[in-house]
């Protein structure tokens, strides 16, 4: 077991980016090829690449992969205090005193990112080969996919925070691409809309927090501030904390800048898996992680990341089991799933590589059961709602195993991947604070809930799909990339064998020391295995021994109307912040028109009218002014002598 140490080791100045290495740039560039080539090229190709541009769309990140995975092994082949490579692509501008580089780092924290990103993602492109087979815009789409690849590399790779927040809106464009890929249903137009919205209030926090630590460094360069970081005062550290955070929940989905995610689901199945698994919502855990050398000296902003976290995963479950939309249940899990994540990193140095840890293990099972949902989507006629579904087991053999893989790890069944992952972060939350640990092991016994009520309702009970319907197995195209990460998810846990996470993102996240934990870890995890035992059979009670009506009973209970309506997160947005913002909006408008306005064209008449009066002395007759002039004396010659007689 691990406690806090004294701040996180700084980020050295990284070495030279040479053999392997002086390639780092090409990672990036090859995606962001791609989408040139498919969104601008197609004129030129004349119509060749609405034919075969998935195809380039699918290779690209593949040889991104291959190079991320050379250059991984090469940095394992270097002793620890030399795991760091920088490299200088040229210099992006230099004004005044900010000087910012198109800088790349490669570090261990870059180099998992950078493998989970291009490894799930290239089987994610692999499959929508055969889902968006009869897409007439499959070219466009895996153009925006490339994009979003490219610009999540950007993120976690870039060694600056000016480079983070390139890369951080570079998702946020193409994340709204994808979401509104269908833009002719106004559900999905809607949806990508809401998620750019939302997500540019988080983006607030990373654009002023950027502004700050130049101010307070004199630049965004990762090795500078991390070197320094003890210099400043404990109030900035904390504002530069809590604006991370702002930024983390609006990217990550956590409270209260959550609404977003199960909207998101509007977008194509692969969409949800590339957003859920890979990118978007892991770049606020790597903010929060990255910017260990910022929560180190700020304790009430790393606090502040507990609470948010503790809140997201537990609301983030409660979702879950409201829903009948197979994959809403799933956004519901990745938004509490998330919350486990950011407590591990609020945890601070005990907690980071665990959080890492987790993260990649939950990208492996969730972009399997987000691939698998589209499977089962695709064998159902698209139809999401599993209550039409059940005993799917036997018409989808392949899907349902691939899946119970993913399902077996997201609940923490001893020996999968996320037992090990999230057990963790139970053991190091009992440690730091025994009630923060009992609600995520609260967490976790809801997690297998939720989760066997999605079997059970998608591949066990009776059989709820009409006559119309004829259920079937995918292609190998969409069924390859299942089993190559329902392996991952059942093998994922070797990751911390000799505690190997841990030590190779020490130079990273820093080191720990030993501690007395509150409880043995086995008998932690013995406690969790029992409390997920719990859910799992509730659920198996409620739907598998009793029937599963096809439609979705309206006499339920409080609890049940508030999870299926997200919690009313929709509603507390909309009354604290959508319609008072929208008055606030209205009264300005109204203040400008009839104030400001009214000043300005009130003076306007005025000198207009004082115009038109003083207008009719000027006649342009020679006699009327002689006149006036002879009134004028007149007057002149009567006052004087009125005052002489006095």
């Known amino acids: 077991m691990f406690v806090l140490a004294e701040g996180a080791a700084p980020i050295v100045h990284p070495g030279s980016a040479d053999g392997v290495f002086s390639l780092l740039w090409l990672v990036i560039a090859l995606p962001l090829l791609g989408a040139a080539i498919l969104l601008v090229g197609a004129p030129l190709a004349k119509g060749r690449l609405d034919r075969n541009g998935h195809l380039i769309g ?110 951080w809106e570079g998702v946020g464009l193409a994340s709204y691409l994808l979401i509104g890929f269908w833009q002719y249903k106004h559900s999905a137009a809607a949806a990508a809309k809401k998620a750019f919205i939302l997500n540019r209030v988080g983006d607030i926090g990373l654009s002023l927090g950027v502004g700050l630590f130049f101010a307070t460094f004199g630049t965004t360069d990762f090795t500078t501030i991390s070197a320094n970081a003890g210099k400043a005062s404990e109030g900035t550290m ?85 829903k009948d939309d197979i994959k809403k249940v799933l956004a519901g899990s990745t938004m509490s799933q998330i919350g486990y994540m950011m407590l591990g990193a609020g945890l601070g140095v005990a907690g980071y590589p665990f959080a890492i840890f987790h993260l990649l293990t939950h990208g ?92 059970l309702m998608t591949f066990f009970s009776r059989k709820r799909w009409s006559e119309s319907v004829h259920p ?56 969790v295995v029992v409390v997920v035992a719990i859910g799992v059979a509730v659920a198996w009670y409620v739907f598998q021994r009793q029937e599963v009506p096809r439609e979705a009973p309206q006499d339920v209970s409080f609890v049940t109307r508030a999870a299926r309506a997200e919690l009313y997160g929709n509603e507390i947005n909309e009354g604290l912040v959508v319609r008072p913002g929208g008055q606030l909006v209205t009264g300005l408008t109204l203040f400008d028109r009839h104030g400001v306005d009214g000043v300005v064209e009130g003076t306007a008449l005025g000198v207009g009218g004082t115009g038109s009066v003083v207008r009719l002395a000027q006649t342009g007759f020679v006699r009327s002014y002689a006149l006036s002039l002879l009134a004028g004396a007149v007057l002149v010659v009567v006052a004087l002598l009125a005052v002489n007689l006095r």
């Open 58 to 167: 699918a290779a690209l990140p593949v040889l991104s992969f291959v190079l991320s995975l050379v250059m991984f092994f090469a940095l394992l082949g270097r002793a620890a205090d030399d795991r760091q490579v920088g490299q200088h692509v040229y210099t992006w501008f230099d004004a005044g005193g900010l000087h910012v580089g198109a800088d790349l780092l490669y570090d261990p924290l870059s180099a998992l990112f950078m493998l989970l990103i291009t490894g799930v993602g290239s089987l994610i492109h692999i499959y929508s080969i055969g889902y968006m087979e009869h897409d007439e815009r499959r070219r466009r789409f895996f153009g925006y996919l490339n994009l979003f690849i490219a610009a999540m590399l950007t993120l976690v790779m870039s060694a600056n925070y000016l480079g983070v927040f390139l890369g």
């Open 238 to 322: 904390t504002a530069l904390g809590l604006l991370l955070l702002l930024a983390a929940c609006g990217k990550s989905a956590q409270v209260p800048l959550q609404s977003w995610l199960l909207d998101a689901m509007e977008g194509p199945t692969p969409v949800s898996a590339l957003i859920h698994a890979a990118t978007m919502v892991t770049a606020g855990v790597y903010l929060v992680v990255r910017s260990n050398f910022v929560f180190d000296y700020a304790p009430h902003a790393r606090t502040a990341v507990m609470v948010v976290a503790t809140v997201t995963l537990l609301w983030g479950a409660i979702i879950g089991c409201g």
């Open 364 to 455: 492996f099972f969730k972009a399997n059961m987000f691939l698998g949902a589209g499977s089962v989507m695709h064998g159902m006629d698209d139809d999401v709602d599993m209550r039409h579904y059940g005993a799917l087991a036997r018409a989808m053999p392949v899907t349902f195993l691939t899946f119970a893989m993913g399902y077996l790890a997201i609940i923490g069944f001893p020996g999968f991947s996320g037992f090990w992952s999230k057990d963790k972060i139970i053991e190091v939350a009992l440690t730091q604070n025994w009630f923060v640990g009992a609600l995520a092991i609260l967490g976790a016994g809801i997690t297998g809930f939720y989760m066997t009520r999605l079997m």
């Open 472 to 527: 079937h197995e995918s292609p190998q195209v969409m069924t390859v990339p299942l089993i190559v990460l329902a392996a991952l998810s059942v093998l994922g846990g070797v990751m911390l064998i000799g505690n190997w996470i841990a030590d190779f993102l020490e130079p990273v996240t820093g080191h720990s020391l030993e501690a007395n934990p509150a409880l043995p870890a086995v008998v932690s995890s013995l406690i």
